[in-house]
């Protein structure tokens, strides 16, 4: 399986419905000889928490910047919210960029009021409310008053997330919201996404750590080198890495007999069988049982985003180890998303991992 | 696109601004010249010695090439370069004159029966009474009258053409030394007003060069009556008074022996004078300008001196304490001391 | 969530009131320390020149010169003095920190994805700049003529002109006025001109280093006698004429030929701003 063919497959559909939360076609950024990003087409649909994925220099914070309207694109075109001005659409759109950039000589508080002074959606009343609020949700309200100069690196970041939440916004965007936080900070913006994924907005959040997105995202995106190597629902690119069902269960020659007989793949595997084509789960557990098999545990077999991203990346050799570099404050977040496990006969296709 | 549109804009004010600066910066070329009823020349400087110009007041401006060395001590109009004197009239005697330098200013008023100097830069006025031969100082009216009186013999006199000075339309009266004159002015240019018929500018041009060595000419005039406190001087606190010794006004007295001799008329006219005797470093003068050590040594069967030389004069201080000087080349000072 | 929404609730707009966003400017512009700590030490300029002046007791030669006993020159002879240095590079302090400061911060990338437009925002900067100059030149003015008054005195609160007349004080101090508004319109030009400079960098020493560069080049290119064509064409060469506003009857045409000029080079360097501002990254 060649990358292309996967991007191929997951290329993400909208479909008919709303506009997409963001949308880039053909975009391009050549900065003097080194492509920054290389051509991608991208629709982010709405309501989607969509994870960036990519080593450092693939193109990530170019491509958010382009969808953002801070850089120009070489070429190509990028659409936010529907609307191919982007400043149309900004009000709606929350975003921390590069790192939080804010005047080390005010404090908190006073930071958050000038962004706020220039945000429309905002009315001059709503103003010292919007700034508290937000500095209470990122857990900043004891040092709203201290300056800015003296935050350490995980303050700052929650101040720019902060920033990024003033409004209700249609869509935040986050690159990197990680970075220098704590384990408990990286909860905190967990969370954040989350809720912000329940009330409805779009995400888009940029990062290196692929436990992290793996455990907030419903869809991802991977870059590498400026171009876009998969993209799409995170559940869809998992089934599609490798696929099939794994069941557990001491008669493993009664079940593939019973599965050869309507036609199903399977093979012997792991501490029972592996079905790899044939009929949807539930009918092929439903099989199983009839035919007497005795079913322990039924799992859809996936792969984690980590090998999924080393499958897709090393077809082109020599990819840098991602996952490994950055903060290791992440602890045991990537097995949760180990797999759906499906509960005795009542399987969910497709619910994706979202929690 | 917006951004392209607002791009454009902010270019098209870029080249506007570098346009408008040119604009001020290039001064204008010589505009049309109006059209004006033509007058002959004898005409012409019979009205200007007639006119009586009334009220007036503006802004004149020396344009000095002449290439005087720097003489220390010595008035900033001097030196080369431009320099504004505004001038106020009413036409009865009473006036005011102000020479203004970068840091001060010299102020003239005369207000019919005192005449009073005073000078920002050391507070000082200086007061004497009118007697009623006084004469305007940087009068262009007057310098122009007396230039054209004295050169007539001498020259071509012609009207070559209109001209607009200070915004008003004028005739350009031009005087052209005979060929037999040894002189190193090529001619002498002064534009006429047309309907005031006073002289708004004087030119004069140096042979080998196009551009003119000394300019002064009005930029700004008008004409009409003026506030009269211009022409009343009250000395401000502060101020040291004194009264100008009699005679020769506020310049100290010229001392015994120098009465000048002239050779030759016309345009090669020589001036010949005995500069003051004596250790001229002490004697000198408060305020006088130090000539012993300008120009380049000289020397010939008259003796030995220095030679200062200017676009449209020369002169020659001998070390025997003669001065000659004239709008002559060299040789013709030489000629004169020779006598 | 549901907290802000409710307070939060404005209309649909795109862009923030203007001004809200020129008192935003001026709160910023006057909540940075380095503002208040140059405003300081203008006001120290007229009170040193004022000590000056009556400790060295007698005329001098020159503006300074003509400042003893005559308390009323006293702001325009320190606007004119400061106006040869130290109130340009006041001014272009002003215009690094507004546009290569913000984005050497990040602070500029957020008010572009608040958003505010990017010619409204040359706007807002540039009036920045503009409080700044105007604070700068107001102190000047105001601490010279209380210092002018106190230190050096005056006969009657009268001002003598360089004409060897005498004004009287409301008249003294609209002579002041005037200079001020000149000296302000001089300053417009450095700022727009460090604007443009400052919206081609990132670095705001840049900008400084770039208006004192030129403010050292024009100055070496006006004292060439071989350059004197250049004259006209040169910012500094007008910045003496603040002299003519001491002369009776007042002579504006220095004054008004330098503040076109003034016009031209803010025109200049706004003009580059917008363009340049139109493509920038942030």
């Excluded at chain 1, 793996?214 to 400026?226: F, K």
């Excluded at chain 1, 097995?335 to 929690?355: L, M």
């Excluded at chain 2, 009586?52 to 720097?70: H, I, K």
Aim: charged fraction near 15%; hydrophobic fraction near 45%; include cysteine.
């Amino acid at each position: 399986m060649t990358a292309v063919d996967v991007r191929e497959a997951a290329r993400v559909t909208s479909g008919s419905g709303p506009a997409p939360a963001a949308r880039a076609v053909g975009l391009r950024k050549v900065y003097g000889r080194t492509v920054a990003v290389d051509g991608i087409d991208l629709e982010v649909p709405t309501g989607a928490v969509l994870g960036m994925l990519g080593p450092n220099g693939s193109g990530k914070t170019t491509l958010i910047r382009m969808l953002l309207g801070l850089t120009r694109p070489t070429a190509g075109s990028a659409e936010l919210l529907g609307e191919t001005e982007q400043t149309r659409a900004l009000p709606h759109v929350g975003a921390l960029v590069e790192g939080p950039g804010f005047h080390p000589f005010l404090s908190g508080r006073e930071n958050l009021r000038r962004a706020a002074a220039a945000e429309p959606l905002l009315t001059s009343g709503a103003i010292p409310g919007a700034v508290d609020t937000a500095l209470e949700r990122v857990g900043l309200g004891h040092a709203a008053d201290r300056r800015f100069r003296g935050y350490s690196l995980g303050m700052k970041q929650r101040l720019g997330l902060a920033g990024a939440l003033l409004v209700p916004r249609r869509l935040v965007v986050l690159d990197e919201p990680t970075n220098g936080l704590d384990p408990a900070g990286t909860r905190d913006v967990r969370t954040i996404i989350g809720e912000l994924h329940e009330s409805g907005s779009t995400v888009i959040v940029s990062s290196h750590l692929l436990a992290e997105v793996e455990a907030t995202c419903t869809h991802v995106a991977v870059l590498r080198s400026g171009s876009l190597l998969a993209a799409g629902a995170l559940s869809g690119l998992l089934d599609s890495g490798i696929g099939g069902l794994e069941v557990t269960t001491p008669d493993v020659g009664l079940a593939l007999s019973t599965l050869d007989g309507v036609g199903a793949v399977a093979a012997p595997g792991g501490p029972g069988i592996v079905v790899t084509d044939g009929p949807e789960a539930p009918e092929i557990v439903a099989l199983l049982v009839r035919a007497g098999v005795a079913v322990h545990e039924v799992h859809r077999r996936r792969p984690r985003l980590e090998e999924l991203f080393a499958q897709l990346t090393e077809g082109d050799g020599g990819v840098p180890s991602i996952g490994t570099e950055g903060d290791s404050g992440v602890p045991s977040i990537g097995t949760e998303g180990d797999g759906e496990t499906i509960g005795s006969a009542t399987i969910g296709s497709e619910k994706g991992v979202r929690r | 696109m917006r951004t392209k549109l607002w791009a454009r804009i902010g270019s098209g004010v870029a080249v506007a601004g570098v346009v408008g600066l040119g604009l001020v910066a290039i001064p204008a070329g010589a505009g049309a010249q109006p059209e004006l009823p033509p007058v002959s020349a004898e005409e012409l400087v019979a009205s200007v010695g007639q006119t009586s110009p009334g009220p007036f007041g503006g802004t004149v401006e020396v344009d000095n090439a002449l290439g005087l060395p720097a003489i220390p001590g010595a008035p900033a109009q001097l030196a080369n370069g431009t320099s504004d004197v505004r001038i106020w009239s009413d036409g009865t005697g009473r006036g005011r004159v102000s020479l203004p330098s970068a840091q001060g200013e010299r102020t003239l008023v005369s207000d019919g029966t005192t005449a009073w100097a005073y000078d920002s830069e050391d507070r000082t006025a200086v007061r004497k009474p009118v007697t009623a031969h006084e004469v305007q100082p940087a009068d262009p009216t007057r310098s122009a009258t007396d230039a054209i009186a004295q050169l007539r013999q001498t020259s071509t006199v012609s009207v070559d053409g209109t001209a607009e000075v200070a915004g008003r339309p004028a005739y350009e009266l031009v005087l052209t030394p005979n060929p037999t004159e040894r002189t190193l002015l090529r001619e002498v240019r002064i534009a006429v007003d047309a309907e005031k018929r006073v002289p708004l500018r004087l030119t004069v041009l140096a042979n080998g060069s196009p551009d003119p060595a000394f300019e002064v000419g009005f930029t700004d005039l008008t004409f009409g009556p003026q506030d009269p406190a211009l022409f009343t001087f009250t000395p401000p606190p502060g101020t040291t008074v004194t009264d100008a010794p009699e005679g020769t006004g506020e310049k100290p007295q010229r001392p015994e022996g120098v009465q000048p001799t002239v050779v030759g008329d016309g345009w090669d006219t020589v001036v010949v004078a005995r500069a003051p005797q004596g250790d001229r470093s002490q004697q000198r003068p408060e305020g006088a300008p130090d000539l012993s050590q300008l120009g380049t040594p000289v020397s010939g069967p008259w003796g030995s001196g220095r030679l200062i030389s200017t676009a449209v004069a020369s002169a020659i201080v001998t070390d025997d304490g003669r001065i000659a000087a004239g709008a002559v080349p060299e040789q013709v000072l030489t000629e004169a001391l020779a006598r | 969530m549901t907290a802000v929404a409710e307070t939060a609730v404005g209309p649909e707009r795109t862009a923030a009131p203007l001004g809200r966003l020129l008192a935003a400017e001026v709160r910023w512009v006057f909540r940075r320390p380095r503002t208040l700590i140059t405003l300081g030490l203008f006001a120290l300029i007229p009170v040193l020149v004022a000590v000056g002046v009556v400790v060295a007791d007698r005329n001098g030669p020159g503006l300074i010169g003509a400042v003893a006993g005559n308390g009323l020159v006293l702001p325009i002879a320190a606007l004119t003095l400061a106006l040869a240095l130290l109130l340009p590079l006041a001014t272009a302090m002003a215009a690094a920190d507004a546009l290569a400061g913000e984005a050497a911060h990040g602070t500029l990338r957020g008010l572009l994805l608040a958003p505010v437009s990017r010619v409204r925002l040359v706007g807002v900067k540039a009036f920045g700049v503009l409080v700044v100059a105007a604070a700068a030149v107001l102190v000047i003015a105001v601490v010279g003529v209380l210092a002018g008054m106190v230190v050096v005195g005056s006969a009657d609160g009268q001002m003598v002109t360089l004409s060897g007349t005498t004004l009287g004080f409301g008249e003294g101090v609209a002579r002041v006025g005037l200079v001020a508004v000149w000296v302000l319109g001089q300053l417009a030009a450095v700022g727009a001109v460090a604007l443009a400079v400052s919206s081609l960098t990132e670095h705001p020493l840049v900008v400084l280093a770039s208006v004192l560069g030129g403010l050292i080049a024009f100055g070496v290119l006006s004292a060439i006698p071989a350059l004197d064509w250049l004259q006209p064409w040169l910012l500094t060469s007008g910045w003496t004429a603040a002299t003519d506003a001491l002369r009776d009857p007042v002579a504006l045409d220095a004054m008004g030929s330098s503040t076109v000029r003034a016009l031209c080079y803010a025109a200049i360097g706004l003009g580059i701003t917008v363009w340049r501002m139109q493509r920038r990254d942030a």
